[in-house]
């Protein structure tokens, strides 16, 4: 089992940035990487970002390319998620997602095996 816990959200202004945190404790090691996604009120959940373990490669849904960064810290068990420039569209409940298998796929939700508890990001305009 892993067990993913965020933090960081918040209410802001347009134009501010906010950085989400998602700690990962337990079986960490079995995991092959993490992603964020949202899911706004009446939408389907969304593909945020996410990272690789094996090759440290990051990957960016369009729509927060060159505004979010996703990270991992030094000791490993954190991954964090930088966002710049918000938008009020960017209003969501951001979760971060552990999967312990290796794929391609890493947009797709279904491919994730552990979900944290979601932090609520809200951008007024």
């Known amino acids: 089992q892993v067990q993913l816990v965020e933090s960081g959200g918040g209410l802001v202004q347009a134009g501010d940035s906010l950085r989400l945190s998602c700690i990962a404790s337990?079986?960490?090691?079995?995991?092959?990487?993490m992603g964020w996604f949202r899911q706004a009120p009446g939408r389907e959940r969304e593909f945020v970002a996410a990272?690789?373990?094996?090759?440290?490669?990051?990957y960016y849904a369009d729509s927060v390319k060159g505004r979010f960064t996703i990270s991992r810290d030094n000791a490993g068990n954190t991954v964090l998620l930088q966002m710049n420039s918000l938008k009020p569209e960017d209003t969501a409940v951001y979760y971060c997602?552990?999967?312990?298998?290796?794929?391609?796929?890493?947009?797709?939700?279904?491919?994730?095996?552990?979900w944290g508890q979601g932090t609520q990001v809200t951008v007024s305009s």
């Open positions: 990272i690789s373990w094996s090759t440290g490669n990051t």
């Open positions: 997602a552990a999967r312990t298998r290796p794929t391609q796929r890493r947009s797709n939700p279904a491919v994730y095996d552990y």
């Open positions: 337990g079986r960490t090691l079995s995991t092959y990487g």
